[in-house]
Nanobody
Framework: QVQLQESGPGLVKPSQTLSLTCTVSGGSITTSYYAWSWIRQPPGKGLEWMGV???????AYSPSLKSRTSISRDTSKNQFTLQLSSVTPEDTAVYYC?????????????WGQGTQVTVSS
C-alpha cells in the first residue's frame, strides 16, 4: 500500500518561500513510470495542479506558477519537495501530493491527506 504524507509549516509570511515535503512509503519515487505531483485547493475553489516530478527526475510545471515553483527530490529519503517563492495570501490553500500512474493523464491513484498552508503576516 502506497502512502504519501505532506509536511511543512502551516503559516508562511507574504513574500517568503513556501516549502513542503512529501514522504512516500510503500513504493519508490524512482519506479518507472510513476509521476509525483503537487496539487492545491484554495478555499472555495477547485483543485489546481502545480507541477510534477517524474520517476526519472524530470519536472514540469503549471504555466501560471512556473516562474515561482520548483520541485526536487531526495531519492535516499524517498521524498519530493515543493518550493513556491514570493507567496501572497492568494497562495493560501490545502496542498496535496499525489501519485500519477500514467503521466500526463492527471489521474491520480494515491493522495496525501493534505496540509493547510496559510499565507499571512
Amino acid at each position: 500500500q502506497v502512502q504519501l504524507q505532506e509536511s511543512g509549516p502551516g503559516l508562511v509570511k507574504p513574500s517568503q518561500t513556501l516549502s513542503l515535503t512529501c514522504t512516500v512509503s510503500g513504493g519508490s519515487i524512482t519506479t518507472s513510470y510513476y509521476a509525483w505531483s503537487w496539487i492545491r485547493q484554495p478555499p472555495g475553489k477547485g483543485l489546481e495542479w502545480m507541477g510534477v516530478i517524474n520517476y526519472d527526475g524530470s519536472t514540469a510545471y503549471s504555466p501560471s506558477l512556473k516562474s515561482r515553483t520548483s520541485i526536487s527530490r531526495d531519492t535516499s529519503k524517498n521524498q519530493f519537495t515543493l518550493q513556491l517563492s514570493s507567496v501572497t495570501p492568494e497562495d493560501t490553500a490545502v496542498y496535496y501530493c499525489a501519485r500519477e500512474p500514467y503521466y500526463p493523464t492527471h489521474r491520480y491513484d494515491y493522495w496525501g491527506q493534505g496540509t493547510q498552508v496559510t499565507v499571512s503576516s
